[in-house]
């Protein structure tokens, strides 16, 4: 029996000429992409062409202008900077704060182009304060706020730290002892702050707070006694103080226009009516109020001056310090009770002031 063959060839040479023509058409494929990349690179090696052309034109004209510039201006670019050393840190010596000050001046004199402004004369001699100097300058900020102008400073710091006669620490500490607070509270920082400056540096802050604190007046001490927290520095001390000090005279200020107002515009209707008071007294009426009704005094040895409607943060206020909210005080009864509050009941008995509710 035969052997059958197990291959085509008719199948095979089908086979075969499917797959030239896939070769073929691939190849024609490539051939007419390999057409396009050399169009494209063509192109690009134009704009190479003319980019080189105009990078050529710039150099040209940026040799013109460099040539043209005045030797003077090259000179000076030329030339090394002038040396000017640092001023020596300040640490609050009393003898050397004039020193300090000048060399600050030679500094800003040798660059007077970058000091030409307060902001950068301040931030660079501030930056050299050390130790007490910059204990000072931080202080001075918190309580007046920051410098403006290095004049000021200059003054602020020779009025501290300048024109000091040596003295002994007993004498130093006799002097800050005795300071006390007679007009503002910043009048008094000022001058506590030159006699404090005059303790030993090993004079620490809580030695200064208690004397601080002991030379302010009655009502401003008493606030500061019933505050929770109490202050943890002598500078936050001080800005305290000084902020309820402020507060005071601006009730007052206000207190005075309100009050000079309403007498002014009831003084006609009292001059039309006096036949009539001549010869009676009328009692003053006693009525219920809230403490919104409530009104502020402050004592000025026998004379007692009303002030305006308390605010609702200051009534507030008196009711977490434990204080009295006629007049303000802690040793008041009237921290409990308002109308026990001795200032009130003098009013109510001059017909100043109306019965008051807690």
Same mark, same amino acid.
């Given at each position: 029996?035969?052997?059958?063959?197990?291959?085509?060839?008719?199948?095979? $040479?089908?086979?075969?000429?499917?797959?030239?023509?896939?070769?073929?058409?691939?190849?024609?494929?490539?051939?007419?992409?390999?057409?396009?990349?050399?169009?494209?690179?063509?192109?690009?090696?134009?704009?190479?062409?003319?980019? =080189?052309?105009?990078?050529?034109?710039?150099?040209?004209?940026?040799?013109?202008?460099? !040539? &043209?510039?005045?030797?003077?201006?090259?000179?000076?670019?030329?030339?090394?900077?002038?040396?000017? $050393? #640092?001023?020596?840190?300040?640490?609050?010596?009393?003898?050397?704060?004039?020193?300090?000050?000048?060399?600050?001046?030679?500094?800003?004199?040798?660059?007077?182009?970058?000091? &030409? $402004?307060?902001?950068?004369?301040? $931030?660079?001699?501030?930056?050299?304060?050390?130790?007490?100097?910059?204990?000072?300058?931080?202080?001075?900020?918190?309580?007046?706020?920051?410098?403006?102008?290095?004049?000021?400073?200059?003054?602020?710091?020779? #009025?501290?730290?300048?024109?000091?006669?040596?003295?002994?620490?007993?004498?130093?500490?006799?002097?800050?002892? /005795?300071?006390?607070?007679?007009?503002?509270?910043?009048?008094?920082?000022?001058?506590?702050?030159? @006699?404090?400056?005059?303790?030993?540096?090993?004079?620490?802050?809580?030695?200064?707070?208690? =004397?601080?604190?002991?030379?302010?007046?009655?009502?401003?001490?008493?606030?500061?006694?019933?505050?929770?927290?109490?202050?943890?520095?002598?500078?936050?001390?001080? @800005?305290? #103080?000084?902020?309820?000090?402020?507060?005071?005279?601006?009730?007052?200020?206000?207190?005075? !226009?309100?009050?000079?107002?309403?007498?002014?515009?009831?003084?006609?209707?009292?001059?039309?009516?006096?036949?009539?008071?001549?010869?009676?007294?009328?009692?003053?009426?006693?009525?219920? =109020?809230?403490?919104?009704?409530?009104?502020?005094?402050?004592?000025?040895?026998?004379?007692? @001056?009303?002030? /305006? @409607?308390?605010?609702?943060?200051?009534?507030?206020?008196?009711?977490?310090?434990?204080?009295?909210?006629?007049?303000?005080?802690? !040793?008041?009864?009237?921290?409990?009770?308002?109308?026990?509050?001795?200032?009130?009941?003098?009013?109510?008995?001059?017909?100043?002031?109306?019965? &008051?509710?807690?």
């Amino acid at each position: 029996m035969p052997r059958r063959n197990s291959q085509n060839p008719t199948f095979e $040479n089908s086979t075969l000429e499917s797959t030239l023509i896939s070769i073929q058409a691939a190849l024609e494929h490539l051939r007419l992409s390999n057409e396009q990349l050399s169009t494209q690179l063509l192109s690009q090696q134009t704009e190479i062409q003319l980019l =080189h052309s105009s990078n050529t034109h710039l150099h040209q004209q940026l040799s013109s202008v460099q !040539s &043209q510039q005045p030797p003077l201006q090259q000179t000076i670019l030329i030339r090394d900077p002038i040396r000017i $050393n #640092a001023p020596q840190e300040f640490h609050g010596k009393r003898k050397e704060v004039s020193s300090f000050l000048a060399q600050c001046g030679i500094v800003f004199k040798a660059d007077q182009s970058h000091f &030409q $402004n307060d902001e950068n004369k301040l $931030n660079t001699a501030i930056s050299y304060l050390r130790g007490d100097a910059f204990k000072w300058y931080e202080a001075t900020v918190r309580v007046h706020g920051p410098f403006l102008e290095y004049s000021k400073f200059s003054e602020s710091l020779k #009025a501290t730290f300048g024109n000091y006669t040596e003295v002994s620490p007993d004498k130093a500490m006799h002097d800050l002892i /005795k300071c006390r607070q007679t007009t503002s509270v910043q009048a008094y920082v000022t001058a506590f702050q030159l @006699k404090a400056s005059r303790l030993p540096i090993t004079t620490n802050d809580h030695t200064k707070m208690f =004397h601080f604190k002991d030379g302010l007046k009655k009502q401003i001490h008493d606030f500061i006694n019933n505050l929770r927290p109490q202050p943890t520095s002598l500078s936050e001390l001080m @800005k305290t #103080a000084t902020e309820y000090d402020d507060n005071i005279h601006s009730s007052l200020s206000l207190s005075t !226009s309100d009050s000079y107002s309403s007498s002014h515009s009831s003084s006609h209707s009292s001059d039309n009516h006096s036949s009539s008071t001549n010869n009676h007294t009328h009692p003053p009426t006693h009525s219920s =109020h809230h403490d919104d009704d409530i009104e502020m005094t402050e004592v000025n040895t026998t004379t007692i @001056k009303p002030f /305006k @409607k308390l605010t609702p943060e200051e009534k507030q206020r008196r009711k977490d310090a434990h204080l009295c909210i006629y007049c303000g005080e802690h !040793s008041c009864p009237g921290s409990k009770d308002v109308n026990k509050c001795s200032k009130l009941i003098k009013n109510q008995q001059s017909g100043k002031a109306p019965r &008051q509710k807690n």
